[in-house]
C-alpha cells in the first residue's frame, strides 16, 4: 500500500493551493485518509480527514478555508486550500486508516505518504 502526495508549492498570502494523494491498492474505499501537516520545530498536527462515507472533519484553523474531497474512482483525495496564511507553511503529508471516525492524530493512520512542502508567504 501506497501513498502519494503532490501538488504543493509557494504562493504569497491570501492565494490558494491544491494538494492531491493517490493511493495504491484496493483498500482505498474503505479508507478513512487524512492531511497532515508539520512545519519546522512543531509536532505534525491534523488539518482534515474524509472517510468512505464521506464524513469530514476539519481543524479549527482550516475551518471555512481549506476543502476536503475524495474521487474513489480514482483513489484519490483532495486538499484544496484558499486564503492561504504565512501559518499554513509546513510538509503536508496525507495518511490512512481503516478506522472511520477519522481520528485526529496520527497514531491510527496506518499508511503514510511522502509529504509535499508548501510555503505560503507574507
Known amino acids: 500500500v501506497q501513498l502519494q502526495a503532490s501538488g504543493g508549492g509557494s504562493v504569497q498570502a491570501g492565494g490558494s493551493l491544491g494538494l492531491s494523494c493517490v493511493a495504491s491498492?484496493?483498500?482505498?474505499?474503505?479508507?478513512?485518509v487524512g492531511w497532515f501537516r508539520q512545519a519546522p520545530g512543531k509536532e505534525r498536527e491534523f488539518v482534515a480527514a474524509v472517510n468512505w462515507i464521506y464524513n469530514i472533519k476539519y481543524s479549527d484553523s482550516v475551518k471555512g478555508r481549506f476543502t476536503i474531497s475524495r474521487d474513489n474512482a480514482k483513489d484519490t483525495v483532495y486538499l484544496q486550500m484558499n486564503s492561504l496564511k504565512p501559518e499554513d507553511t509546513a510538509v503536508y503529508y496525507c495518511?490512512?486508516?481503516?478506522?472511520?471516525?477519522?481520528?485526529?492524530?496520527?497514531?491510527?493512520?496506518?499508511?503514510w505518504g511522502q509529504g509535499t512542502q508548501v510555503t505560503v508567504s507574507s
Open positions: 495518511a490512512a486508516s481503516y478506522e472511520g471516525s477519522m481520528p485526529t492524530v496520527a497514531g491510527p493512520y496506518k499508511y
Open positions: 491498492g484496493r483498500f482505498f474505499i474503505n479508507s478513512a
